[in-house]
């Protein structure tokens, strides 16, 4: 007898330690729900994912929980398609203005991705002499390249950047790859192209960008010495360039991020849809 009330309060202890789980679980789940319905998204992740961690034999409430993470994640797809709709209007307007000081170029027989290149920096207008040139590609990615011209090569890899105070930036050193960095000859003078894209040369186009009024001195680095001073025109072009790559892929993370989003939301109710034929 004694035996058996032993067994029996180690069941009721059982029992009650279960209800006080599934009390506990249920409590965690209503609360995600209230932060759900207050678009507090990111809350009621915590509170879901605390579940699948404190109450994994909580099955119910696991499932529960598991469609209510599916109409949070809706929720905030949704928010994502609904920002991207009210910014990417302004965007694609801001892009409009700034695209007519621009020309795009694309040889189809050898170019994969085309450039925007700023009308007065354009190849034809700028023959036979050094200067510092920029440019955007169709996908957003912005560049910057130091051309020399002279009747001997310096080999030149990198370039450094700087104001009268002494403030100046520099590129990545880009090897000569006959590539990024090629050279040529003709009729006596040596053209060389040095070009960095993206990281390689952000700093420099920022660096420009944000100095446009000042005196700047460019440095050709790695070979001879060489040094001039950027003329306004190309500080200027250069500058219009850097604003008009940011907002390019601006516009192309926003979009994907607009298409990602939906088709996450299609998924989800999917998943949705199939959670509920299960329970039929």
């Not at 930036?169 to 960095?196: H, M, Q, W």
């Not at 420009?208 to 025109?233: C, F, Q, W």
């Not at 993370?253 to 109710?269: F, G, Q, V």
Request: aromatic fraction near 10%.
């Amino acid at each position: 007898m004694k035996q058996f009330t032993f067994y029996a309060l180690l069941l009721c202890l059982a029992l009650s330690s279960c209800n006080k789980k599934t009390k506990e679980a249920e409590a965690r789940l209503e609360a995600a729900r209230t932060y759900y319905e207050q678009n507090e998204f990111a809350a009621a992740k915590i509170e879901i994912d605390s579940l699948r961690v404190l109450y994994p034999k909580e099955l119910k409430v696991q499932r529960e929980g598991l469609t209510l993470m599916r109409l949070v994640e809706i929720k905030e797809a949704e928010r994502n398609i609904a920002f991207c709709d009210s910014v990417l209007p302004l965007r694609q307007e801001l892009l409009a203005t700034l695209e007519k000081e621009f020309v795009f170029e694309k040889d189809s027989a050898y170019d994969e991705v085309g450039n925007y290149i700023y009308r007065q920096q354009t190849v034809e207008r700028n023959l036979e002499r050094c200067y510092i040139r920029s440019g955007v590609n169709e996908k957003g990615d912005i560049y910057i390249a130091s051309v020399y011209y002279g009747a001997k090569p310096i080999n030149h890899t990198g370039l450094t950047l700087s104001l009268n105070d002494g403030t100046f930036i520099k590129t990545a050193s880009i090897a000569y790859d006959g590539g990024v960095n090629y050279r040529f000859e003709n009729l006596g003078f040596t053209t060389e192209v040095v070009t960095y894209t993206n990281e390689l040369g952000l700093d420099a186009l920022q660096f420009i960008a944000d100095h446009e009024k000042e005196r700047i001195r460019a440095e050709y680095t790695g070979g001879s010495p060489y040094v001039m001073y950027l003329l306004d025109n190309d500080k200027k072009a250069i500058a219009a360039s850097y604003r008009f790559g940011l907002v390019l892929k601006d516009i192309i993370r926003m979009t994907d991020e607009c298409n990602k989003s939906a088709k996450r939301i299609e998924y989800l109710r999917s998943r949705l849809k199939a959670g509920e034929k299960a329970e039929e």
